[in-house]
């Protein structure tokens, strides 16, 4: 079992940067794949980035490719995710999962474990 608390949303302008947080009880943290997801009003959760239990294999939406930056510290049991640029359709609120197959994954049904969100809104 796995509990995941986001942490770091908040209102920016466009253009500005701003980084997530996950920290995830547990000790097998390290064993666990971990994800970024979002989910704007009216629309579909959808993939953002994903990284492997190594964190030498990662994988991003082409939407935010070489803007946004999944990274993790195994020992501090924490994912992040850096947001540079940011544009108004990535307001959203942002969701981080995590799955026992250290490989990374894209689609919702390959993640177990969800936290509860955290609100990113990007104004113009």
């Known amino acids: 079992q796995v509990q995941l608390v986001e942490s770091g949303g908040g209102l920016v302008q466009a253009g500005d940067s701003l980084r997530v947080s996950c920290a995830a009880s547990?000790?097998?943290?390290?064993?666990?794949?971990m994800g970024w997801f979002r989910q704007a009003p009216g629309k579909e959760r959808e993939f953002v980035a994903g990284?492997?239990?190594?964190?030498?294999?990662?994988l991003y939406a082409d939407s935010v490719k070489g803007r946004f930056t999944i990274s993790r510290a195994n020992a501090q049991n924490t994912v992040y995710l850096q947001m540079n640029s940011l544009k108004p359709e990535d307001t959203a609120v942002y969701y981080c999962?995590?799955?026992?197959?250290?490989?990374?994954?894209?689609?919702?049904?390959?993640?177990?474990?969800w936290g509860q969100g955290t609100q990113v809104t990007v104004s113009s």
């Open positions: 547990g000790r097998t943290f390290s064993t666990y794949a």
């Open positions: 990284i492997s239990r190594s964190g030498s294999a990662t």
């Open positions: 999962a995590a799955r026992p197959i250290g490989t990374v994954a894209t689609r919702l049904a390959e993640y177990d474990y």
